[in-house]
Nanobody
Framework: QVQLVESGGGLVQAGGSLRLSCAASGLTFRTYAMGWFRQAPGKEREFVAA????????YFADSVKGRFTISRDNAKNAVYLQMNSLKPEDTAVYYC????????????????WGQGTQVTVSS
């Protein structure tokens, strides 16, 4: 059974930083591209960042470019999202996702999803 468990969310002031983690189990982690998506209240789920199987290629939404970084540790079956210079508009539930055919910016690429972790940025 595939499980993706996010952690590291919380409340932070604008300009602050958070590091999200996603622990994966039940799959051969190194064969999956990984992505982060987010969903704010009343809005559709949107792409944030993605990383290739080896970690050699990364992709970011324009809204987070230069502020967020994505990394992975295939030995630990984990992917991370470092979020710096956070803004109130970054407030959302952040989801980790695994895709056998990724990486990509569409949610359709990803077949497995975590339950999400809340990130709230106060102004």
């Amino acid at each position: 059974q595939v499980q993706l468990v996010e952690s590291g969310g919380g409340l932070v002031q604008a300009g602050g930083s958070l590091r999200l983690s996603c622990a994966a189990s039940g799959l051969t982690f190194r064969t999956y591209a990984m992505g982060w998506f987010r969903q704010a209240p009343g809005k559709e789920r949107e792409f944030v960042a993605a990383i290739s199987r080896s970690g050699g290629r990364t992709y970011f939404a324009d809204s987070v470019k230069g502020r967020f970084t994505i990394s992975r540790d295939n030995a630990k079956n984990a992917v991370y999202l470092q979020m710096n210079s956070l803004k109130p508009e970054d407030t959302a539930v952040y989801y980790c996702a695994a895709g056998g055919n990724g990486p990509g910016t569409s949610y359709r690429v990803y077949g497995y999803w975590g339950q999400g972790t809340q990130v709230t940025v106060s102004s």
